[in-house]
């Protein structure tokens, strides 16, 4: 057996996620399948794929906006680093 590769510090040092971030971190892993792509780049997590989710989840009216909100931010943040890796 070989001598496994030292883990990239990115993944090693990675925060902990509690359980009520896990589920945020989990819709945005299921609705990224969602998003379009293409030759430009990636596109944004559509809105009717986030209402989808709410919904099949029975999100309140409350939790489904503070849902869509997070979600934007993570997806904002992601669609960002890509254009910045293609663009470097």
């Known amino acids: 057996m070989g001598v496994l590769p030292r883990l990239p510090d990115r993944v090693a040092n990675a925060p ?9 971190w989990d819709a945005f892993q299921e609705l990224t399948t969602c998003r379009a792509l293409g030759f430009g780049g990636v596109g944004y997590i559509p809105w009717d794929a986030m ?23 993570m997806d904002r943040a992601y669609v960002e680093w890509v254009d910045k890796q293609r663009k470097d």
């Open 51 to 73: 209402s989808k989710y709410a919904e099949f989840y029975g999100f309140s009216h409350d939790a489904a906006q503070d849902f869509f909100t997070i979600i934007r931010f």
């Open 16 to 24: 902990t996620l509690g359980p009520h971030q896990e589920v945020y």
